[in-house]
């Protein structure tokens, strides 16, 4: 399977979105975290290139927040944009992979940014580790994120 760019995978929830408005970053971040989350635990496989950073709101794609802060939002529905040419950023993602996206949409796209930070800053998450354990910024571990995955998706089972 590929590995995408988180760029990619942000833009395949802000074209998800019902509005023109600015997405607040740190929506589209967790977003993009929880669908390389279950990626792992569902397709054994990342779904994005780089590892996500602890920082103090949550999980972090550094590229992604690199993008917005050097280029902003550009295409329709405020998705990313190649600088050099204007084209929207996109990946070309196996049907495993947009089911992934499909699914964390319908779970968690309707939830507010700071709720999907509080979720993702809970004891035990591969945040929390990271961060408590190696400090800001430190990379979140894929095996670690992949099996917290599958630990959620169990308990999920078992109610």
Not at 61 to 89: A, V
């Amino acid at each position: 399977m590929p590995n995408h760019a988180a760029e990619a995978i942000a833009n395949e929830f802000l074209r998800r979105r019902a509005d023109d408005a600015w997405p607040q970053q740190m929506l589209i971040q967790k977003l993009v975290y929880i669908a390389h989350g279950w990626n792992l635990a569902i397709n054994d496989q990342p779904l994005v290139d780089e590892l996500p950073q602890a920082w103090d709101n949550g999980p972090v794609f550094r590229s992604i927040w690199n993008h917005i802060r050097d280029n902003g939002y550009g295409g329709e529905h405020c998705t990313l944009i190649e600088p050099f040419d204007g084209d929207e950023i996109s990946a070309d993602l196996l049907k495993s992979e947009r089911q992934v996206i499909d699914h964390v949409w319908r779970k968690y796209g309707h939830l507010r940014a700071i709720d999907l930070s509080r979720m993702t800053h809970e004891p035990g998450t591969p945040w929390a580790q990271a961060y408590l354990g190696r400090g800001r910024n430190a990379e979140l571990d894929n095996p670690v994120i992949r099996q917290h995955f599958i630990e959620l998706a169990l308990a999920g089972r078992g109610q």
